[in-house]
């Protein structure tokens, strides 16, 4: 199953609409999108525009690869479970962000092989076409490493 997620910051119609599209195209039936608050309704792929809590994690865990905004959340979350992921980010030149912070974070993790990214809806389609290349990505855990807590700590305390 494809789990698409938007994340709650908003609609991300640009995205939404590649893969409903691409799904159409496809014959893909084995998509789920979360699409957040927004007019668009999808034609080849199920969908809801919020899911709660509990629904979203039962979706994300059953998924075998997730596509999604280029969200912290969602790319920590699929880091933390070992879930392949394929992110597009938002742009703020097109009004989808306030600025280009999604942008910064997916060309970042990408150059660190954490993520992989396609930056526009013709990147996402060609990825789309391989997404049994997707690849399971190293874990990470949900804590904190010890090295960093403790600098944390000593930047607070003003020990450097």
Known sequence: ??????????????????IDLWAGQSGRTDVFAQI???SLRPSHIAYSQMLEPPEFHRRF?????????????TIL???????????MPRRASLGEQRNEHQLATARHLAALGKIQVAMDERELRARLDHLTEVAVLDR?????????????????????
Do not use: C, N, W
């Open 36 to 38: 957040g608050r927004t």
């Open 61 to 73: 865990l059953e998924a075998d690869v997730v596509i999604a905004h280029a969200g912290m959340g």
């Open 77 to 87: 979350s699929a880091l933390r479970y070992g879930k392949p992921i394929l992110v």
């Open 140 to 160: 990470t855990g949900p804590y904190a490493s010890q090295s960093l807590t403790d600098a944390i700590q000593a930047f607070i305390h003003g020990r450097r």
């Open 1 to 18: 199953m494809v789990f698409v997620t938007v994340g709650t910051d908003g609609p991300f119609d640009r995205l939404v609409q590649a």
